[in-house]
C-alpha cells in the first residue's frame, strides 16, 4: 500500500491560509468594525449599538488558501486569491426597538460605502466588502432578544427575520476537531478539492463549505495517515449520500436540509465517486509516486508529488528480504 500522508502533510501547509492574509482579513474586520461604530455613533446614536462575533470557517481554523484566479479589468488581466471571513453583526434589545430587515441591511452598507473603492454588495444574507487583492469581509446581520434565551435572528432580505446560530454551529463542530486535529486537516482537503473543481468548471458548481463541513464532521474517520482517512472519510459520505442526499445543519435552525436546494446532485455524487475511486486505487499502488498523481487529479498541482519515491514498494521488500537471505547464507 503506497503511503502519501507526507505529501498530504505538506498540502496541508500549502492551503493553511498564510499568517499575511490572516494578518490582512483581521485589519480588514477591525476597521470595518471601527466604521460601522463610528457611524451609528453619529448616524443613529438614539438606535440600538452593533457589538460584533467572528464567526465561520475563521473560529473553526478551516480557512484555506484558494487557488489563484486571473481576471480581466478594463483588459488588464490580474491575478487576485480570494479568501475571505464572516464578522457577524449583533443587536441587543427589545423587539419594540427592532428596525426592518432592509433597514438595518441600509445602515451597514451606507457605513461601509467608500472604506475601498469597491462599492460594497447588499446581499440577502449579510453586506460584503470587497477588497483589491481579492479578499472580502462578510457582515450577516442579527437581532438578538435581550433577556431571553430565543435564538438570534439573522436579517435576511428574501425570508424576513430568521433564527440562525453561527456561534452553536462553531461550538458543535470545535467540539468535535478539538477531540482530533485531523477533522480539521479533512474538512480543508474537502474544501481544496471543491475550489479545484470550481475552477476547472465554470458551468456547475460543488456543495459550500459549510455543507461539506457538516459532512466532513458527520463522516469523519480518523487514521495515523491522512491519505487513509481521506479514503475512509470520502467512502463513508459516499455510503451516506447515495442513500439520502441530505445535509442537516446541526444548529438553529437544526435539522434544516441545506442542501435542499442544490441542483447539482447528479454532479457532485459523480465528483465524489471519481474521487473515492481516485483514493482507493491510489492506497492499493505499490509505488508512490503513481499513488500521489492519483490524489493530484482531484486535488491539483498544488498537491505536490516531488518528494514521491518512484519506486515499487513491493520490490523494495522483496530486495531487502534477498539481502536478509544472502547475510543469513554467509554468517
Given at each position: 500500500?503506497?503511503n ?38 453619529t448616524?443613529?446614536?438614539d ?36 479568501y ?55 457582515q ?64 456547475n ?91 493530484q ?16 514498494e ?18
Amino acid at each position: 500500500m503506497a503511503n502519501c500522508h507526507e505529501q498530504f502533510v505538506d498540502f496541508n501547509s500549502t492551503i493553511t491560509l498564510t499568517k499575511d492574509r490572516k494578518k490582512k482579513l483581521k485589519t480588514s474586520r477591525t476597521n470595518l468594525r471601527n466604521r460601522v461604530r463610528d457611524d451609528f455613533k453619529t448616524n443613529h446614536k438614539d438606535e440600538i449599538q452593533p457589538k460584533f462575533t467572528s464567526q465561520g470557517s475563521s473560529e473553526m481554523k478551516t480557512t484555506i488558501n484558494p487557488i489563484v484566479r486571473t481576471v480581466d479589468e478594463d483588459g488588464d488581466k490580474k491575478s487576485i486569491t480570494k479568501y475571505d471571513t464572516d464578522d457577524g453583526i449583533y443587536f441587543i434589545g427589545s423587539l419594540e426597538d427592532r428596525k426592518s430587515v432592509q433597514t438595518y441591511h441600509n445602515w451597514i452598507k451606507d457605513a461601509v460605502d467608500g472604506y475601498t473603492t469597491i462599492p460594497p454588495i447588499d446581499k440577502n444574507t449579510c453586506v460584503r466588502t470587497s477588497f483589491a487583492d481579492g479578499h472580502h469581509i462578510d457582515q450577516p446581520i442579527y437581532f438578538v432578544e435581550e433577556d431571553n434565551d430565543s435564538c438570534p435572528q439573522l436579517a435576511h432580505k428574501k425570508n424576513g427575520w430568521i433564527d440562525s446560530d453561527p456561534k452553536e454551529f462553531t461550538e458543535w463542530f470545535n467540539k468535535q476537531a478539538n477531540k482530533n486535529e485531523q477533522l480539521r486537516c479533512i474538512v480543508k482537503y474537502l474544501k481544496s478539492w471543491s475550489d479545484y473543481q470550481n475552477f476547472n468548471d465554470g458551468t456547475n458548481k460543488m456543495p459550500s463549505g459549510f455543507v461539506l463541513t457538516i459532512w466532513a464532521a458527520n463522516n469523519f474517520s480518523s487514521n495515523d495517515r491522512d491519505d487513509l482517512a481521506l479514503k475512509n472519510t470520502l467512502q463513508n459520505m459516499y455510503n451516506s449520500l447515495s442513500s439520502n442526499f441530505e445535509c442537516l445543519r446541526p444548529s438553529a435552525p437544526k435539522n434544516e436540509n441545506v442542501v435542499e436546494s442544490y441542483s447539482y446532485e447528479t454532479y457532485f455524487m459523480d465528483k465524489l465517486e471519481k474521487f473515492l475511486d481516485s483514493a482507493k486505487q491510489a492506497i492499493n499502488e505499490t509505488n508512490q509516486k503513481n499513488a500521489c498523481f492519483k490524489w493530484q487529479k482531484h486535488l491539483g498541482s498544488r498537491f505536490s508529488c516531488s518528494t514521491a519515491k518512484d519506486e515499487d514498494e513491493g520490490a523494495k521488500s522483496h530486495s531487502q528480504a534477498a539481502v536478509i537471505s544472502s547475510n543469513a547464507k554467509s554468517a
